[in-house]
């Protein structure tokens, strides 16, 4: 089946600092790719998606392009802050479900 | 309250007892979920319903029921709670499955003693 697999382990940097999570997927068709985004003690909330190749989703200031020829959906963004420190999840679209990684934890330092 | 909504939303329970979460969503979405989400694990599908009397397995759905009499309400029972079942649990809802935004509640931490 279609699944996800995000970078291992948690993130941590400074305030200003340039963020990637990386995300990349393994699927049959050409499915819809998601970043969800869980702050402290809530549930997950969309950040932003892109449906087709080539697409790029943005929100917030965070980027992210859906790249076929490398199965990649990378997150970035250019100045991170405190605000920022959360769970990211990048997701897929399966059957009318969602797959998802396992999720990276950031924490932005002041 | 517009929205999804989950209870309880702490629950202590006992290994052996049975447990129902609850999840009310007002915006008559056809799809909804239930995920847990374990350290290690991320999220992971439990079962999903596309629409009232319709539920289907998801990844990980032994041990649990779900069922759907109202397209609004989408209730998961633990029939025998394990300790490997002491999880967050989270619903969602979504219009169109995975088509577009699913929405998510705030969530359920279970603790199966």
């Known amino acids: 089946g279609n699944s996800v697999t995000q970078m291992e382990g948690p993130v941590t940097l400074s305030e200003e600092a340039f963020l990637t999570i990386n995300c990349t997927y393994t699927?049959?068709?050409?499915?819809?790719l998601f970043w969800y985004v869980q702050y402290p003690g809530e549930g997950l909330q969309l950040l932003l998606k892109?449906?087709?190749?080539?697409d790029k989703g943005s929100n917030k200031g965070f980027e992210a392009t859906y790249r076929k020829e490398t199965t990649s959906f990378h997150l970035e963004k250019g100045s991170v802050q405190v605000s920022d420190s959360a769970v990211y999840f990048c997701?897929?679209?399966?059957?009318?479900?969602?797959?998802f990684g396992k999720g990276n934890q950031v924490v932005v330092i002041p | 309250d517009a929205g999804i909504t989950q209870s309880p939303r702490y629950k202590i329970t006992e290994t052996g007892r049975q447990v129902t979460l609850m999840c009310h969503q007002t915006?008559?979405?056809?799809?909804m979920f239930w995920y847990r989400q374990d350290l290690g694990h991320g999220l992971r599908l439990i079962y999903y319903?596309?629409?009232?009397?319709?539920?289907d397995k998801g990844e990980v759905p032994d041990g649990y029921v779900v069922s759907r009499s109202k397209t609004e309400n989408f209730p998961l029972t633990l029939e025998s709670a394990t300790r490997s079942q002491t999880s967050v649990y989270f619903c969602?809802?979504?219009?169109?499955?995975?088509?577009?935004?699913?929405?998510f509640g705030q969530g359920t931490r279970l603790t199966v003693v």
């Open positions: 969602a809802s979504s219009d169109q499955g995975s088509i577009t935004e699913a929405f």
């Open positions: 699927a049959t068709g050409y499915p819809s």
């Open positions: 892109a449906t087709k190749a080539d």
């Open positions: 997701a897929l679209s399966e059957d009318n479900r969602l797959a």
């Open positions: 915006w008559s979405h056809s799809y």
């Open positions: 319903s596309a629409a009232a009397d319709i539920t």
